[in-house]
């Protein structure tokens, strides 16, 4: 293999394999990788525009029982540092974030086994009659399947209620490494890989 062919067919739009990725990542200058990438973009989406939007992270709750080797957010249910997040609080990071010129709301939490789905649609319906004009960012993969199991639902079934209580788009959280041998050992409470994969296709779907 050799770099300049392989970024030439790149450039052409063909699809690379992923041992040419790898041979890419392994032997190709960083800077010509972001030439060639822009060179991309440029043809996909032409001008000198970059875009950008300003938002405010905001953890619904920190309760959660997926057991993630890594976190040191979580709490156990009943812990004493345990919180589910009020509307006061969300009023008073919405009101900062509209002053910064923000007009997102990333909300992520932990999987907490007493909020299901009506808990969050009625969040979502409040926080949109409050300020019609914030967009929600909302719940991870992880989140939705966590709240499909405590319904006994389906993934689009979840989605759909969310996205008519207000969900604007659904961040790609809680990937980390999407391999189920992986992700047994460090977030042996998140759904596999197949199910992110799942709701993430569920989610374009919904639109």
Known sequence: MQ????????????????EEGVFLFENAPTALLMEVGNQIRQKKVPGDVVTWIIDRNSNTTNV??????FCNF??????????????????????????????QLLLQGGHHPDLGLSYYVGLFKELKELYPNLKLHALGPPEI????????????????????????SLPGAGA?????????????????????????????KVG
């Open 3 to 18: 770099t300049d062919q392989l970024l030439a067919r790149a450039l052409e739009g063909d699809f690379l394999s992923i």
């Open 64 to 69: 959660c029982i997926a057991n993630c080797k």
């Open 74 to 103: 979580y709490r156990r249910p009943g812990h004493e540092e345990s919180y589910v997040t009020d509307i006061e609080t969300y009023k008073q990071k919405i009101e900062e974030t509209f002053e910064f010129g923000g007009e």
């Open 145 to 168: 399947a966590h709240i499909t199991k405590l319904e006994g639902s389906s993934h689009i079934e979840v989605l759909q209620a969310l996205k008519e209580a207000g969900l604007d």
């Open 176 to 204: 980390e490494i999407l391999n189920d041998r992986v992700r047994r050992l460090i977030s042996k409470g998140k759904c596999g890989g197949q199910e992110w994969l799942d709701i993430m296709h569920a989610a374009h």
